[in-house]
T-cell receptor, first 116, second 108 residues
Framework: GAGVSQSPSNKVTEKGKDVELRCDPI?????LYWYRQSLGQGLEFLIYFQGNSAPDKSGLPSDRFSAERTGGSVSTLTIQRTQQEDSAVYLC??????????????FGPGTRLTVL | AQRVTQPEKLLSVFKGAPVELKCNYS??????LFWYVQYSRQRLQLLLR??SRESIKGFTADLNKGETSFHLKKPFAQEEDSAMYYC??????????FGAGTILRVKS
């Protein structure tokens, strides 16, 4: 079946502009995650959606970052007033929900963001 | 606080040599440990998880609670093992905490 998809695959923007990154999770997966991957920093957790619960935003680096998930499916990560340090690969993942265990996360191909 | 440490940014070995990718974690509860792998131009994907106690592509990892480690091992490295490897720690139903990753390069 179809995996997690993300768009765009590459985004080049100018400092100060806003950007929106999109994630389509695997159908039926109730959990959705955003990560940032940059050289030497590993995978940095940004935000986590689980069903209808309030999202875990504890990883968002500043109030310029926000995310929403509409209808329990598609998610959009928005970065306002982009800075050069926002340049990274943004990864989305989704997983099913199994009580009592941590499920496998299925990752998308990522969006490479470059802020000039 | 939960933390995952992968001390080596790069591990370079010859084909046929044994491989050990180190992972140490900090967590006071009962952890779930995972290894994820990203091959060149491919998506990040699960390699193995400690509760499965399985060998995937010849790799194994044993959870050592006394040493709080979950090292990834393979007795004989192959060129196709070259990739970025991430160790990750999870609590039941919660988000994963990833280490910084180790690049494995297998030389012919």
């Amino acid at each position: 079946g179809a995996g997690v998809s993300q768009s765009p695959s590459n985004k080049v923007t100018e400092k100060g502009k806003d950007v929106e990154l999109r994630c389509d999770p695997i159908s039926g997966h109730t959990a959705l995650y955003w990560y940032r991957q940059s050289l030497g920093q590993g995978l940095e957790f940004l935000i986590y959606f689980q069903g209808n619960s309030a999202p875990d935003k504890s990883g968002l680096p500043s109030d310029r970052f926000s995310a929403e998930r509409t209808g329990g499916s598609v998610s959009t990560l928005t970065i306002q007033r982009t800075q050069q340090e926002d340049s990274a690969v943004y990864l989305c993942a989704s997983s099913p929900w199994t009580s009592g265990r941590t499920d496998t996360q299925y990752f998308g191909p990522g969006t490479r963001l470059t802020v000039l | 606080a939960q933390r995952v440490t992968q001390p080596e940014k790069l591990l370079s070995v010859f084909k046929g040599a044994p491989v050990e990718l180190k992972c140490n974690y900090s967590y006071s509860g009962s952890p779930e440990l995972f290894w994820y792998v990203q091959y060149s131009r491919q998506r990040l994907q699960l390699l193995l998880r400690h509760i499965s106690r399985e060998s995937i592509k010849g790799f194994t990892a044993d959870l050592n609670k006394g040493e709080t480690s979950f090292h990834l091992k393979k007795p004989f490295a192959q060129e196709e093992d070259s990739a970025m490897y991430y160790c990750a720690l999870g609590r039941y139903g919660n988000k994963l905490v990833f280490g910084a990753g180790t690049i494995l390069r297998v030389k012919s």
